[in-house]
T-cell receptor, first 109, second 118 residues
Framework: DAKTTQPNSMESNEEEPVHLPCNHSTISGTDYIHWYRQLPSQGPEYVIHGLTSNVNNRMASLAIAEDRKSSTLILHRATLRDAAVYYCILSGSDYKLSFGAGTTVTVRA | NAGVTQTPKFRILKIGQSMTLQCTQDMNHNYMYWYRQDPGMGLKLIYYSVGAGITDKGEVPNGYNVSRSTTEDFPLRLELAAPSQTSVYFC?????????????????FGDGTRLSIL
C-alpha cells in the first residue's frame, strides 16, 4: 500500500489559515487523496478528497502538486472546533483506507 | 438521516466472554468496514464487506468474526475476549456508485464502541 507522511503536530491561531502538508511519493495513478479528521472521542469525519485537480468544499480546500507526490489541506479560517487529528490517506482500487498517526492540530484562541 | 449507528457505546467484558458489536447503516451502502483504534494510534482495518454475503479479512482479523446477511447490518463478534482487544471500535460504510473508481468514495463512520476487557 502506498504510504503517506505527515507532521506529528501543528499549531494555529484562531481565525488564521492552516496548511497541513502530506507527502505521498509512491502514489499510484489510480489512488485518490483523502483527508479525514477525528475530533476527541468521536469517529473519523470525511473532509475532502481529490485525484489530480485542486478541490474546494465548505470545510476546506485540497491543493495537489502537479506530480501528485504531495498535497496540502487548507483550512481557511481555523476555529476552536477545528482542533482535531487530521489524516491524509490514499484510497485506491481496493477501497481500503490505511490510517497513520495523522497530524494533531491545536488552535489557540 | 442516522448514517452509521453503532451499539453499544461502551462495554466492559471479562476475559473469555463473548459479545457482538452491532453496526447498521441507512444509506444503502454496499461497502462496510470494521476498524479498531488503540490509544494514540491510527485506525486499523479488522474486516470489510463489499456486499451482503461477502466478507474479507483486513489488517488485524485474529480474534474476530463478521457476517453480512443484509446490506444494512455488519456485526462484529468477539468469541473469547482478551485484554489485547481493549480498544475503540469503529464501523464505516461507503458507496460504490459514482466516480471513476472505488477510491473516489468517502467512508462514513459511526461514533464508535469503547470496549474494555478486564
Amino acid at each position: 500500500d502506498a504510504k503517506t507522511t505527515q507532521p506529528n503536530s501543528m499549531e494555529s491561531n484562531e481565525e488564521e489559515p492552516v496548511h497541513l502538508p502530506c507527502n505521498h511519493s509512491t502514489i499510484s495513478g489510480t489512488d485518490y487523496i483523502h483527508w479525514y479528521r477525528q475530533l476527541p472521542s468521536q469517529g473519523p469525519e470525511y473532509v475532502i478528497h481529490g485525484l489530480t485537480s485542486n478541490v474546494n468544499n465548505r470545510m476546506a480546500s485540497l491543493a495537489i502538486a502537479e506530480d501528485r507526490k504531495s498535497s496540502t489541506l487548507i483550512l481557511h479560517r481555523a476555529t476552536l472546533r477545528d482542533a482535531a487529528v487530521y489524516y491524509c490517506i490514499l484510497s485506491g482500487s481496493d477501497y481500503k483506507l490505511s490510517f497513520g498517526a495523522g497530524t494533531t492540530v491545536t488552535v489557540r484562541a | 438521516n442516522a448514517g452509521v449507528t453503532q451499539t453499544p457505546k461502551f462495554r466492559i467484558l471479562k476475559i473469555g466472554q463473548s459479545m457482538t458489536l452491532q453496526c447498521t447503516q441507512d444509506m444503502n451502502h454496499n461497502y462496510m468496514y470494521w476498524y479498531r483504534q488503540d490509544p494514540g494510534m491510527g485506525l486499523k482495518l479488522i474486516y470489510y464487506s463489499v456486499g451482503a454475503g461477502i466478507t474479507d479479512k483486513g489488517e488485524v482479523p485474529n480474534g474476530y468474526n463478521v457476517s453480512r446477511s443484509t446490506t444494512e447490518d455488519f456485526p462484529l463478534r468477539l468469541e473469547l475476549a482478551a485484554p489485547s482487544q481493549t480498544s475503540v471500535y469503529f464501523c464505516a460504510s461507503s458507496s460504490h456508485f459514482g466516480g471513476s473508481g472505488v477510491g473516489n468514495q468517502p467512508q462514513h463512520f459511526g461514533d464508535g464502541t469503547r470496549l474494555s476487557i478486564l
